[in-house]
């Protein structure tokens, strides 16, 4: 607990410091403090994770297996749901990856993304991701589903001029639409070609994309790309989500993100959405779509036109959502060729049975 008198803001920065030292922090007191306020935070305190022997730290990949995996297909496409808030329906997913790496078991993109960067083979999966969600949109079309997809894409990618081009050819190849597609840029780094960067994604948003600034407020992402780059939709960073209900600065900072996207006339999407009160308080305040664990975990993709048959948006605290019942639905071990295969498998009829 951070205890003291000072200013908000000190308290504020003191708090974010500790957490990102990985200390539990239960929250902050204002001196004087009374026995209930420790009470209260004391019974907010859970066990810390485990942090795992050196012998169970995921081995690192090396940049062979990073190729074999991209060439034979390990990197698979998952799907996470965006809802309207003011309707409840489907809008659409956004794509999400996971690696089947053989003997590892399913990987998530924090045990390899850096590795993959790091190779210069982001291309490389941007490509295969998006392939695969053509591939669903197609399939999603024949079961009456239309959605749109997102598809995350880092900066320095758009830093070689071609790359417009051979996305264009790729999706138009894969029988799809471009304007189906947003591309999620989430800028991780300073950029070194500002100019072909702006030069990509104009070409990209005249061929049909859209595009999405990720994770807005939040490390290089600012005022001035909004003002020079043609996005077309903003995405609250899920931190600002996570602490909104009980951090008036975060709320702060949503409610001018939003005010921001209305009059810059681009859609806004709340991610990390985890829990009902995260969910009221971002409708509340105006937001258009979200996405998040409250909603669906990420899911194959054979798996949406039935999540979203079932899908009932929140009307009530006893409600139970269907998305809370997707880990139950991916249970059993999936093989990699299962996953490929979703499309086939919508076309016999699958169902969560």
Known sequence: MVVSGVDASIVHTVETMARAYGIQVLGTISKPVTARQLEDYLAKTSPLAMVPADGAVQEVATAEELRNGLANREFLAFFQPKVSMATGEITGVETLVRWYRPGQGVLVPKDFIYRLEEEGLMDLLLEALLKQTCTYLRAWSDRGLEVDASVN?????????GVADRLHALVLEEDCDPR????????TDVMSKLADVLNVLARLRLKGFKLSIDDFGTGYSSLQQLNHMPFTELKVDQTFVREAPSDERSRSI??????????????????????????DLVKAMGCQEAQGYFISRPMPGHQLPDWAEMWQPPTTEEDVRYG??????VRKPMSAA??????RVLAAGWSPA
């Open 153 to 161: 894409v880092s900066m320095h990618s758009l830093e070689d001029i």
């Open 180 to 187: 189906r597609i947003t591309l999620e840029v989430t800028e």
């Open 254 to 279: 949503i409610e001018t993100s939003l005010d921001l996207a209305r009059k810059l006339s681009l859609k806004s999407v709340a991610e990390g959405v985890e829990n009902r009160a995260e969910w």
């Open 324 to 329: 809370a019942l997707i880990p139950a639905l």
């Open 338 to 343: 299962a996953c490929l295969s979703g499309p």
